[in-house]
């Protein structure tokens, strides 16, 4: 079992900054496909970003491209989520997924293990 716990959240205006933090803990291996998504009120849960147990090739939502940047830390067993330029159509909670497929981008939920909690991130306007 992998046990992911996220942290980080909270409230910015619109054009502020926050960066989401997801620990993982358990039977853990640095060799599991990370992910983020985000479930709005109302809406589906949906993609954010994703990326390799290397860090390499991160994969990204087009609505987040070039504003919100996914990296890891194998040796702390954390993936971090810097979402900058943050728009009021951000607010949702963010959730935190592991997976271990071996194919990628892994886009869909159904593609991950492990989810954490969640932790709520609203944008003021």
């Known amino acids: 079992q992998v046990q992911l716990v996220e942290s980080g959240g909270g409230l910015v205006q619109a054009g502020g900054s926050l960066r989401l933090s997801c620990a993982a803990s358990?039977?853990?291996?640095?060799?599991?496909?990370m992910g983020w998504f985000r479930h709005a009120p109302g809406k589906e849960r949906e993609f954010v970003a994703c990326?390799?147990?290397?860090?390499?090739?991160?994969y990204y939502a087009n609505s987040v491209k070039g504003r919100f940047t996914i990296s890891r830390d194998n040796a702390k067993n954390t993936v971090n989520l810097q979402m900058n330029d943050l728009k009021p159509e951000d607010t949702a909670v963010y959730y935190c997924?592991?997976?271990?497929?071996?194919?990628?981008?892994?886009?869909?939920?159904?593609?991950?293990?492990?989810w954490g909690q969640g932790t709520q991130v609203t944008v003021s306007s």
């Open positions: 358990g039977r853990t291996t640095s060799r599991h496909r």
């Open positions: 990326i390799t147990w290397s860090g390499d090739s991160p």
């Open positions: 997924a592991a997976s271990t497929t071996y194919y990628y981008p892994l886009i869909k939920e159904n593609e991950y293990n492990y």
